[in-house]
């Protein structure tokens, strides 16, 4: 009898627990956690200041791909079986020269090749090395247009299997989009970058966790919020309730 | 432990007095490190459960985890918890990896909802929750350790004297009787607890912070140095697993201490600060 009260007891504590943090006013103070934690990382941090960069005896024997490892897109299909000839790379929104780049566009540009630590908001850690395009060169081609304060990347892949799911796409500020190490892979390992850790094109935020590194990139939106963009918080998992800045 | 005002009252055993043991920043920010470290470790642990591996250096060696927790099929068909631990496989059903649902389910989950915050699978929620309260325990500690400095509450009551250290193995001996210190000798923190203390406030807590920052990318790129402190980022993560364990191993003692030493003293002494101290003899 005793025993079954205590049960009892704590079962209510627990669905309390579980109550009291679905509240809006409980989220609303998580929140404001993460603001906090962005700006005081922001102040103890330099802006320019680098991720660590390894050697290549470093790298990960095996890469853990995640999330979207084949999407089945059909389009992204065509495309992927020509080897993305037909790809381009659309960059809009409050750009001053809106553009449509090839694979071989890209890679003409100056090229930037690092050697990154990858960490997952799972908790794992992979070792790469990365070749791509400095995003804040690509940004400085096409020019950005007054009120510009979030790069957007919209991407082929849904995570969820139906029509209705929305893509997948991610959202960051200027900082980290002029950021030096901040680029546009398109290299993984000295090799094209494999369709499972994002074909043709992907980006590589070393300061944040990995799902703020969008895969299978179609398309760059400049805007000035992204509140009008999905369910408006910057990124599928945002949507989902994780936290837009990924620096912890 | 601050000024003593006594209130003696005789009796024929002895003498009663009341002393004011803790000062109320130290009962304040004891009862806020006690949420904290509640929600820290629930919180933390549903972060874990989104990958409930541990590797040692940089990189995740996915075949070849230090430390694990799962579910697996036997050979037979049978589902089944399962730790690896230094290459030992145990079997944890019921109690991690495999176990009981709330609907009565099998539920295959590293640390099982009742440990957890939130107790439904959220990473990301486990991570808000996480760093809301880390943020409340760093203020909380800084505020503390501010504090014990300036009124010289470190220096005093916690640092032990050359007497403390040369009476150290007596007090193992007695603590290990279960007797503890009574009269004039209880006013002050015997030298066990006062190592046990600084370990916790000077090692413990600093290096499962530290280890914490150093999962961070972000401060990893402005304190590159924090991340090789530890050996790398996985072994970051190791270490604050490990810590957050052996900060559950001292709150294990430190409650079982308080239970056996008189609970309700000890506990009315952290809630209003007055501790009752018997002495054999009057004037001691």
Redo the contacts between chains.
Sequence with gaps: MKRRQLLLAGAGLLAGCDRIVQTPQVRQMLAHTEDITRTVQRLVTAPGALAPEYTAADISPTFKGNGTIDPDDEDYQDLAAGQFKDWRLDIGGLVAHPAKLSLDDLRAMPSRTQITRHDCVEGWSCIGKWKGVPLGSLLQQVGLRQGAAYIVFHCADRLEQSLSAPKYYESIGLEDAFHPQTILGYEMNDQPLPVRHGAPLRLRVERQLGYKMAKYVMRIEVVNDFSHIGSGRGGYWEDLGYSWYAGI | MAAIQPSAAGTAAGTRITIYRHSGVVRITHWISVLCMTMLLMSGLM??N??P?L?WG???D?DHPAFSIGAIRTPDGRSQGQMLLFGHRFDTTGVVGLTQGPDGQKLARAFP??MT????Y????G???H??FA?LFVLNGLFYLGYSLLTRHVRRDLIPSQRDLRHLPGSILEHARLRFPRGEAARRYNVLQRLAYLLVIFVLIPVIVLAGCA??????????WL?NLFGG??SA?TMHFIVAWLLVAFVVVHVAMVMLSGPWNNLRSMITGRYVIETDREGT
């Excluded at chain 2, 915050?117 to 439904?120: A, D, L, Q």
């Excluded at chain 2, 999962?215 to 590159?224: K, V």
């Design positions: 972060i874990f989104a990958h591996a590797y940089n990189i995740s996915f909802p009742w915050i939130p107790r439904y959220s990473l990301a929620d991570r808000q929750w760093f809301f943020w999962m961070s990318p972000r401060l990893d790129a402005g304190f590159p991340v980022r996985q993560r």
